[in-house]
């Protein structure tokens, strides 16, 4: 019976194993597939000027500290995760043991993240300080993307919004939205598109004035009797502010007034509020 | 004889010698010119940091079941994509579809249905934020360690079904198991909830999703 039990158990363990070297050979495929389609980037290769920099398993300030790269040593940044950056000391060609206790030469290289912080302090090949930091105030002022989610009301009906914006300079941009409200009796869909005028890009709190227009399709509700859908153009006008919060995090709020030109004798004005979170680049 | 001898080595010479003479002459004006192009001021090779692969991207695909409140549970497939802000926070937006199968009273009644097929399909898409609340490590095996999240997220979005769209609110949690740096395995349960008034009344719908799904960072 025991015997059995054990031959289960190695049986599990096998097929564990065998889901898990798949699984790595699956890693050096991911390599190959990184090299290939986004094989663009550069590896840097960077000075450590500090007494040492910390290098961890993992991207994150709770993965364990294995290894150090001292003062002077060479490393090469592979690649970055958000704050986090994969290092890889460089080989002097000790020799070293394999899996199969065979001595192969220059595998003594180590691989791990280093933080942004410690990362800063690095210098090129040239013994200057490369400049590495994290995103702040001063790219929000240079901001030339900015994408976000915004929610809020539309003429009373719920809404929620997605939209794109760039920066053709520090003032002027332009943006695309694609919006959904659910009234009571209808849901709209509309995309607009607006050109956005930033007076003071240099202020924390940024105001801005738009204006645009767009198409807006109304499904009223399927069990209201006799409705169909219909579609019409809109206008708009509106204000906002756009505030920096952190890292590349922005909160914009916004009113816009809509103009939706109806086929019916007159054109209906809408109130339209929002809130939402955006990201910049 | 001799000096035909004599006479075919001297050409040669001769000709070997042109033939060298030219080749350094095409050699000086070649270090001339090139002198020329070295300038003194070396320009230096800035370090640009945007070269560097940042991998803050994540998309994937995802399979699960999703139980639609009153019209059975179904198959749910979908895409999702994150941004990761920092090694806490990210953005996701996914999309999925579903089908609605038929409610306990159609089937029971034997009567006409109540929704059309088309009626019944059950599209969505959502927008989180999300929260890597329990960072980790797994350990598998004694040679396997992998990274690995418990995370937390919350969101707005859209449910189309029933013929109409319904503000969905979602809220869920998941667990991703980072395979390698840049390939990751996700379960995921999610709460998409609305309010739906399909049958007259409104009526507050829990329709939850459990799903696994694979994802690549880029």
Same mark, same amino acid.
């Given at each position: 019976?025991?015997? *059995?039990?054990?031959?289960?158990?190695?049986?599990?363990?096998?097929?564990?194993?065998?889901?898990?070297?798949?699984?790595?050979?699956?890693?050096?495929?991911?390599?190959?597939?990184?090299?290939?389609?986004?094989?663009?980037?550069?590896?840097?290769?960077?000075?450590?000027?500090?007494?040492?920099?910390?290098?961890?398993?993992? @991207?994150? #300030?709770?993965?364990?500290?294995?290894?150090?790269?001292?003062?002077? &040593?060479?490393?090469?940044?592979?690649?970055?995760?958000?704050?986090?950056?994969?290092?890889?000391?460089?080989?002097?060609?000790?020799?070293?043991?394999?899996?199969?206790?065979?001595?192969?030469?220059?595998?003594?290289?180590?691989?791990?993240?280093?933080?942004?912080?410690?990362?800063? /302090?690095?210098?090129?090949?040239?013994?200057?300080?490369?400049?590495?930091? /994290?995103?702040?105030?001063?790219?929000?002022?240079?901001?030339?993307?900015?994408?976000?989610?915004?929610?809020?009301?539309?003429?009373?009906?719920?809404?929620?919004?997605?939209?794109?914006?760039?920066?053709?300079?520090?003032?002027? *941009?332009?943006?695309?939205?694609?919006?959904?409200?659910?009234?009571?009796?209808?849901?709209?869909?509309?995309?607009?598109?607006?050109?956005?005028?930033? @007076?003071?890009?240099?202020?924390?709190?940024? @105001?801005?004035?738009?204006?645009?227009?767009?198409?807006?399709?109304?499904?009223? /509700?399927?069990?209201?009797?006799?409705?169909?859908?219909?579609?019409?153009?809109?206008?708009?006008?509106?204000?906002?502010?756009?505030?920096?919060?952190?890292?590349?995090?922005?909160?914009?709020?916004?009113?816009?007034?809509?103009?939706?030109?109806?086929?019916?004798?007159?054109?209906?004005?809408?109130?339209?509020?929002?809130?939402?979170?955006?990201?910049?680049? | 004889?001799?000096?035909?001898?004599?006479?075919?080595?001297?050409?040669?010479?001769?000709?070997? *010698?042109?033939?060298?003479?030219?080749? +350094?002459?095409?050699?000086?004006?070649?270090?001339?010119?090139?002198?020329?192009?070295?300038? @003194?001021?070396?320009? #230096?090779?800035?370090?640009?940091? &945007?070269?560097?692969?940042?991998?803050?991207?994540?998309?994937?695909?995802?399979?699960?079941?999703?139980?639609?409140?009153?019209?059975?549970?179904?198959?749910?497939?979908?895409?999702?994509?994150?941004?990761?802000?920092?090694?806490?926070?990210?953005?996701?937006?996914?999309?999925?579809?579903?089908?609605?199968?038929?409610?306990?009273?159609?089937?029971?009644?034997?009567?006409?249905?109540?929704?059309?097929?088309?009626?019944?399909?059950?599209?969505?898409?959502?927008?989180?934020?999300?929260?890597?609340?329990?960072?980790?490590?797994?350990?598998?095996?004694?040679?396997?360690?992998?990274?690995?999240?418990?995370?937390?997220?919350?969101?707005?979005?859209?449910?189309?079904?029933?013929? &109409?769209?319904?503000?969905?609110?979602?809220?869920?949690?998941?667990?991703? +198991?980072?395979?390698?740096?840049?390939?990751?395995?996700?379960? &995921?349960?999610?709460?998409?909830?609305?309010? #739906?008034?399909?049958?007259?009344?409104?009526?507050?719908?829990?329709?939850?999703?459990?799903?696994?799904?694979?994802?690549?960072?880029?």
């Amino acid at each position: 019976m025991q015997n *059995s039990d054990k031959h289960r158990e190695s049986i599990f363990g096998l097929s564990i194993h065998l889901v898990f070297s798949l699984l790595v050979s699956l890693h050096s495929l991911n390599g190959y597939a990184e090299s290939r389609f986004f094989g663009t980037e550069e590896i840097i290769s960077v000075i450590v000027e500090q007494p040492y920099i910390e290098m961890r398993t993992g @991207p994150g #300030r709770g993965y364990p500290i294995f290894h150090i790269a001292e003062r002077g &040593d060479k490393v090469d940044i592979i690649k970055r995760r958000t704050d986090w950056f994969k290092v890889r000391t460089q080989a002097f060609g000790l020799l070293e043991k394999d899996r199969n206790s065979k001595l192969v030469p220059g595998s003594n290289t180590k691989t791990g993240w280093v933080h942004i912080d410690q990362i800063a /302090k690095v210098l090129d090949g040239n013994q200057q300080p490369i400049n590495i930091s /994290k995103p702040a105030l001063n790219d929000f002022y240079q901001r030339s993307w900015e994408a976000g989610i915004m929610a809020g009301s539309f003429g009373g009906a719920d809404e929620i919004s997605l939209y794109g914006g760039y920066y053709f300079t520090k003032n002027i *941009s332009a943006e695309v939205t694609y919006s959904e409200s659910f009234g009571d009796f209808s849901n709209g869909k509309a995309a607009t598109l607006s050109i956005v005028h930033h @007076p003071f890009p240099e202020w924390r709190y940024s @105001p801005f004035f738009t204006l645009g227009g767009g198409t807006r399709q109304t499904d009223p /509700k399927s069990n209201l009797v006799s409705t169909t859908d219909r579609t019409d153009d809109s206008v708009h006008v509106g204000l906002g502010v756009s505030v920096y919060i952190t890292r590349r995090i922005m909160l914009r709020a916004q009113y816009k007034n809509h103009v939706v030109l109806t086929d019916r004798d007159d054109d209906e004005g809408v109130d339209e509020w929002k809130i939402g979170l955006s990201a910049f680049f | 004889m001799e000096n035909r001898t004599k006479r075919v080595l001297l050409t040669r010479f001769l000709l070997a *010698s042109a033939a060298l003479i030219g080749t +350094l002459q095409f050699t000086t004006v070649y270090a001339k010119e090139a002198v020329q192009v070295i300038e @003194p001021d070396i320009h #230096r090779r800035q370090i640009k940091i &945007d070269a560097i692969d940042s991998e803050n991207f994540e998309i994937g695909v995802f399979y699960g079941i999703i139980s639609i409140e009153d019209f059975s549970s179904n198959d749910v497939y979908g895409v999702r994509g994150t941004y990761h802000l920092t090694e806490d926070f990210f953005f996701e937006a996914s999309y999925g579809s579903s089908e609605g199968d038929l409610t306990s009273f159609e089937k029971l009644s034997g009567g006409s249905p109540l929704l059309n097929d088309s009626d019944r399909e059950y599209n969505f898409y959502d927008i989180s934020v999300g929260w890597n609340v329990l960072p980790g490590e797994v350990f598998i095996l004694e040679e396997y360690a992998f990274n690995s999240a418990l995370y937390l997220v919350a969101g707005i979005g859209s449910t189309e079904f029933a013929g &109409d769209s319904w503000l969905t609110v979602n809220l869920g949690a998941g667990f991703k +198991l980072l395979l390698s740096d840049a390939i990751a395995w996700h379960i &995921d349960v999610r709460d998409h909830i609305f309010d #739906r008034d399909t049958f007259g009344a409104d009526q507050t719908t829990h329709n939850i999703e459990f799903s696994t799904g694979i994802t690549v960072f880029f």
